[in-house]
């Protein structure tokens, strides 16, 4: 997602289908009798009447072993791509969240967010304070969103179905598989500027530089995203087996590349007073009109991941350890962005310019090493943080959409081709269309899902979901619904949706001007469409609850509550 980026790149990243066939243990009968019990215990926020809660399930008295006690799940609902974790499959301590956060934080899009900040006229200090309490509140969804994954072993596609259906949660898994395609086409045509770095002054001067009107950017350019595409997707082509053990080892290369960058700003700029000298051109009006904006945008830049963040949690070995690994993002991402905001604001000292992306600041530095180090990289970079936050979540929304027909290398390849119809190099064209237009636009999508997700599953199901369920065909099964379609979920998506959509069209020059409060609303988009969406999800399912059997609580691990 760009999103995600720039990689100080620890990550170990976890990927679903590198699960197999789930292996009897007869232990795990035990699991839901012992968590059962705790979660009678557990409060819920507002009334029994509007929460969903019943007996235990006559599966924890099976002796099968089965994680599904004996009940084969719907072959149209899973493959070993969607199949809960088990036990053996739980690797990931805390350190290895963590290192998934290093690896996604430390990355040219990340040091693209903060340099925009400068460029659209915030202090050094002001850049830093929004980004840290953007991801400061952002830690609680994603620390909340991430705890099914660990007490169950599912992935998000599956976790959307207890809210939105088991049909109807292709919805929300698609919409977040696009905005992961847009992001996988943004890091391609980062690398893509990294090989165009290599090239010789006279084939960038050339004929195949000029831009093609229609295409938006020059052959070459193209030619050169092609290329980086090509070459990333025969790295996801071939698995992830030895993707990973990269992943783990280039945190500390990028680490030491980004302490480079950060001495040579220093060293050239003389000391961190030039550096940091540069004071907002911002009145106090004009700072917190963009403030909200950016503020918003900032959340959406990890809302993506926030989503899906199950897809990785299932593989934590404890709670402790998907939450211990989650608190660092604040952290990272305030030290990275100190770094781009830092060498951001010495290039006006250095070049008499802002230069907000690093593609072309490397480009400034100039130097046959410091290219070589700087194509290496930035493709390390982009290639471990799209791995893993851009082609996870597509993969296995296409694979949910149809697990008899999508395989993860068939999704992914899905992914790629629809992250050139993006055409990302619209969307990198500028600080205001990045962060405005992107950023904050998809925010619109994804807040909502998130609110419903939340709502359903703390607030009316108190954390207790049904496996067998969440893999059923069957009208009877809990998360039927109507069709297969939760019809509360899918108004309060629709109507938390609705109302952002005026200041966007504005925003993107379809409407000439709108009321101020779409203006607002639109500029808190991610804020106003989760709890819009979450609240009235909550209102309609006590409004239509019916008298339906209580859910069982089927946890994985004994000790993930």
Request: proline letters at 6%; hydrophobic letters at 50%; a positive charge.
């Amino acid at each position: 997602m760009v999103s995600k980026c720039i990689s100080f790149d620890l990550h170990l990243h976890p990927h679903p289908f590198l699960s197999s066939a789930i292996p009897q243990n007869p232990n795990f009968t035990q699991f839901p009798i012992k968590l059962a019990a705790a979660h009678k215990k557990s409060p819920l926020l507002f009334s029994k009447r509007c929460s969903i809660s019943t007996p235990m399930a006559s599966s924890a008295n099976s002796n099968s072993g089965s994680i599904f006690d004996g009940v084969e799940p719907d072959p149209a609902l899973t493959n070993d791509d969607l199949k809960p974790t088990t036990i053996d499959q739980r690797t990931f301590s805390w350190w290895e969240m963590a290192s998934l956060w290093v690896g996604l934080v430390v990355g040219v899009p990340s040091f693209y967010l903060a340099g925009s900040l400068v460029d659209l006229g915030m202090a050094w200090w002001q850049g830093i304070a929004t980004v840290v309490a953007a991801n400061v509140i952002l830690l609680l969804p994603l620390v909340l969103t991430g705890h099914p994954g660990t007490k169950y072993g599912i992935p998000f596609p599956v976790l959307a179905r207890s809210s939105f259906g088991i049909r109807g949660a292709h919805i929300p898994t698609l919409l977040r598989a696009l905005v992961g395609c847009g992001w996988y086409g943004i890091e391609s045509w980062i690398g893509g500027e990294a090989i165009f770095l290599l090239l010789p002054k006279s084939i960038k001067e050339s004929t195949l530089s000029r831009t093609i009107p229609w295409l938006g950017t020059s052959p070459l350019e193209f030619a050169c995203f092609m290329a980086f595409w090509l070459a990333q997707l025969t790295i996801v082509w071939k698995g992830m087996e030895g993707i990973k053990e990269l992943e783990k080892y280039s945190a500390p290369i990028l680490i030491i590349l980004t302490t480079s960058l950060l001495i040579w700003a220093y060293v050239k700029a003389g000391g961190l007073g030039h550096m940091l000298s540069l004071s907002s051109r911002l009145s106090s009006s004009e700072f917190w009109s963009l403030f909200f904006p950016s503020l918003t945008a900032n959340i959406s830049f990890w809302a993506t991941v926030a989503l899906n963040i199950p897809d990785f949690t299932r593989y934590a070995k404890t709670q402790k350890d998907q939450i211990i690994g989650q608190v660092g993002l604040p952290i990272f991402m305030g030290a990275f962005t100190f770094v781009g905001l830092a060498a951001t604001s010495s290039t006006k000292v250095i070049f008499g310019e802002l230069i907000s992306n690093p593609i072309q600041l490397l480009g400034q530095i100039g130097g046959f090493t410091t290219i070589i180090l700087a194509i290496f990289g930035i493709s390390l970079a982009t290639i471990t943080t799209n791995i893993a936050a851009n082609v996870v979540a597509p993969a296995n929304a296409l694979v949910n959409l149809s697990p008899s027909k999508f395989t993860f290398r068939r999704g992914a390849l899905l992914t790629a081709l629809l992250g050139i119809a993006f055409q990302p190099w619209r969307l990198l064209k500028s600080s205001e269309s990045f962060v405005y237009t992107w950023l904050v636009g998809y925010s619109a999508l994804l807040g909502p899902i998130g609110g419903v997700v939340l709502a359903d599953y703390y607030i009316l199901r108190g954390m207790n979901l049904s496996i067998n369920d969440l893999y059923s065909l069957s009208p009877s099964g809990a998360y039927y619904y109507s069709g297969g379609y939760n019809l509360a979920a899918m108004a309060a998506l629709v109507i938390g949706i609705l109302p952002v959509i005026p200041g966007f069209l504005q925003n993107v020059g379809v409407l000439s001007s709108v009321p101020d409060a779409f203006v607002v609303i639109y500029n808190n988009a991610w804020f106003f469409s989760f709890f819009s969406a979450g609240v009235l999800y909550w209102f309609l399912s006590c409004l239509l609850r019916k008298q339906s059997k209580s859910l069982p609580s089927e946890p994985l691990l004994p000790n993930a509550n």
